[in-house]
């Protein structure tokens, strides 16, 4: 696997040459659109001052032509003989055409640096040819001659080049490695880091330590990634807490079951023990048949949490179904219903929320003594679709209100397990509303009664 690390090293490398090839190649054309008139206009007036002097002293012409050679020049000096002579360091390439030469004794100056053809990766300023020149006649003695000059480059700017090609090289050299370091620091680590902390939640380790400080992506995914390892851990805590709990809602009718079995084999037992023991053997299979048949909502809620089939159909038909159902528990315990159900179509799954206002109503009257009332609304309030369960039981304890809906959660109260209570009722409830895309909330004032409100959305 190739690394970060190495990829951010060999981009960076391909992005100075390509940077530096851009660079090269965008001087070239300034050189050849602004710099070469430029350049041979300075040559011209150079090559003129050397033409007058020579013409003005020509004893000292040949000193003179050598000393400005020596000064950072190439001169060649040419008669109509062909008469050759050259000062200074030699030329690369002699390229001069005969009709140039002609040219310049005839009396016309010769622009060989303008004219220099454009390439793009030849530089005209630095090269060495002698078709690269400025060209003038001269006359010594009544003697005519061609004089043809250019820059040594070399020579005039041999350290400076050094010093600039330096200057260049080590400010790419340094960006390079400033560059690759700053990376490492603030890229490579903290996702070295992140790699880390998902290896040690992979492990079941969630005690996890990110840099949360940074504002950037990376911090970012950092905030991202450490609100996910809690929320990972607290999924992780529920299921283990799940598991138990579930295990042991199994496991203590089973014992009970199994105990009550061996009495039940003594010859000796009396009749109404034995039927006693008979009846507890079938509360405790009932209640574990519907322990199982929660678990299975529950666990079926879970897998297919986008897939409800919804229509519309009347809540108030549905409450009235569910208080029909309810009618024996109610008129055993003689609670007075009042019922303020104005009619109203909702769009849901009928099946799901029958199940909701089931453990509503069924707890309402579960939890409220003998005697009392049990209210029951439903009202549009804006663009929801509220229902309130009121009942005038002895109320729930603030502590324990927010634990209401976790799964197994039972009031002292339900502790019991004759009560028939496993304390997955609300869990469902919840469950449901939220599928829905509705909220269920839950008030209640010790001594005076607790009201649950399911809120669903309605258009
Ligand atoms: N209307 C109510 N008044 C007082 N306490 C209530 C009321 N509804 C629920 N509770 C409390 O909330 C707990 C959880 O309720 P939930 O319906 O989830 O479980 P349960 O009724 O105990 O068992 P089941 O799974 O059979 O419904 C109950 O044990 C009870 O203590
Ligand atoms: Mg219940």
């Known amino acids: ?62 000193s003179y032509l050598k000393s400005s050679a020596a000064l950072g020049y190439e001169i060649y000096l040419v008669d109509d003989q062909g008469d050759e002579r050259f000062f200074g360091n030699p030329f690369r390439e002699k390229d001069l055409s005969k009709a140039d030469i002609t040219q310049v004794l005839a009396g016309e100056p010769y622009h060989g640096v303008a004219n220099f053809p454009n390439k793009p990766f030849i530089t005209g300023f630095f090269d060495n040819r002698l078709s690269n020149t400025v060209g003038i006649p001269l006359q010594i003695n009544d003697h005519q001659y061609a004089l043809f000059l250019r820059p040594d480059t070399p020579l ?60 950037d992506e990376i911090g970012q995914l950092a905030v991202h990634f450490t609100t996910m390892s809690h929320e990972v851990e607290r999924a992780e805590r529920v299921r283990q807490e799940f598991v138990a709990n579930v295990s042991h809602e199994i496991q203590s009718p089973l014992a009970s079951i199994q105990g009550f079995a061996t009495a039940l084999k003594q010859d000796t037992l009396p009749p109404h023990e034995r039927i006693h023991y008979l009846s507890i053997i079938e509360q405790e299979s009932r209640r574990l048949s519907l322990l199982s048949k929660q678990l299975l909502t529950l666990s079926s809620l879970d897998q297919t949490p986008h897939a409800l089939l919804k229509k519309s159909f009347s809540l108030r038909a549905q409450l009235r179904q569910v208080v029909q159902v309810m009618t024996w528990g109610l008129t055993e315990k003689e609670l007075s219903l009042r019922l303020e159900l104005p009619e109203i179509f909702i769009y849901g799954n009928e099946v799901l929320l029958y199940q909701v206002w089931m453990n509503l109503v069924a707890n309402a009257v579960k939890y409220t003594p003998a005697g009392r009332s049990i209210t029951i609304q439903a009202r549009i309030e804006g663009a929801r679709c509220k229902v309130y369960v009121t009942d005038t039981g002895d109320g729930i304890v603030e502590t324990e209100l927010p634990f209401l809906f976790d799964r197994f ?51």
């Open 409 to 459: 959660y039972r009031g002292d109260r339900a502790r019991d397990r004759t009560a028939g209570s496993s304390g997955l009722g609300l869990s469902i409830v919840q469950k449901i509303v939220h599928l829905h895309e509705g909220t269920v909330e839950v008030t209640s004032t010790l001594g005076e009664g607790t009201t649950f409100i399911v809120s669903l959305p309605h258009s």
């Open 1 to 62: 696997m190739k690394s970060l690390y190495y990829r951010v090293c060999l981009l960076t490398l391909v992005t100075v040459f390509v940077s530096s090839l851009f660079a090269f190649l965008l001087s070239n054309v300034y050189y050849h659109v602004k710099l070469k008139p430029f350049n041979d206009a300075k040559l011209t007036k150079m090559v003129g001052n050397l033409q007058q002097f020579s013409e003005l002293h020509p004893e000292w012409a040949e």
């Open 156 to 215: 005039q700017f041999g350290e400076l080049r050094i010093f600039f090609a330096m200057i260049m090289l080590l400010t790419v050299l340094f960006s390079i490695l400033i560059f690759i370091h700053i990376c490492a620091i603030y890229l490579i680590k903290p996702i070295h880091r992140l790699t880390e902390a998902t290896k040690r939640i992979a492990k079941g380790r969630y005690d996890i330590e990110l840099p949360l400080k940074r504002t």
